[in-house]
């Protein structure tokens, strides 16, 4: 069974810092893209950003010049640095992956169960 597990939420200052990590584990062969995103209360899930398997970025406007997505591939792991973090970031974080497993099953859409970040003084 493949799993992703985020980590590293919690409660910070407007205007701190904080990372977030995502390890896939599991009977993993291969991931294509890692993404994150995130569900403000009462709003939609939205796209944080997304990095590619050759480390390829995309953000959100709103992210931009303030998160970093970064990958290590030898630990079937991506990250997410928040800088100068506001309040309208609280939200829930998700964690999502492309891959195949070595029995070349493919989850196209594979979701962590989320790790909440609470922007605030």
């Known amino acids: 069974q493949v799993q992703l597990v985020e980590s590293g939420g919690g409660l910070v200052q407007p205007g701190g810092s904080l990372r977030l990590s995502c390890a896939a584990s599991?009977?993993?062969?291969?991931?294509?893209?890692m993404g994150w995103y995130r569900q403000a209360p009462g709003k939609e899930r939205e796209l944080v950003g997304v990095?590619?398997?050759?480390?390829?970025?995309t953000y959100a406007d709103s992210v931009k010049g303030r998160f970093t997505i970064s990958r290590d591939n030898a630990k079937n792991t991506v990250y997410l640095q928040m800088n100068s973090l506001e309040s309208e970031d609280t939200a829930v974080y998700y964690c999502?992956?492309?891959?195949?497993?070595?029995?070349?099953?493919?989850?196209?859409?594979?979701w962590g169960q989320g790790t909440l970040v609470t922007v605030s003084s």
């Open positions: 999502n992956a492309d891959l195949v497993t070595r029995g070349y099953v493919r989850f196209h859409d594979l």
């Open positions: 990095i590619t398997s050759g480390g390829g970025t």
């Open positions: 599991g009977s993993i062969f291969s991931i294509n893209d």
